[in-house]
């Protein structure tokens, strides 16, 4: 079962249901993130980070290097990505009411005892 009913906002979620429990759906915050990384990436005003994405890209950069490039990039690209899901109003006990329902489906299958048929 899955909701298609998102709990509302400026970044809906939605709440899907697994055999094992529930997903927070956060395509829209995943658009958001990408979107913040493409800005930083493609600013105007400054190269470093792509300049910093080509370092660490670049096959001939020393592998000494490399490794902190890339976490340097990660970190950098991190603080400039949404990271929040703002809920206003009853928005977050619409989302904990959609939690509780969608776990109380879900059972967790015990272990098969011996000699049972599947």
Known sequence: MSNDQPVTGPIPLYVRTIPAGVVLDLEALTRL?????????????????WDLLHEVA??????????????QLEQELTERASSRVPLYGTRALELADQLLRAARLRQVPGPRRGGEAA
């Open 33 to 49: 993130v990408v979107g913040d990384v493409l800005d930083a990436l493609l600013d105007g005003q400054s190269t470093d980070l």
């Open 58 to 71: 670049d096959e001939k950069t020393a592998p000494v290097h490399a490794k902190f490039d890339r976490e």
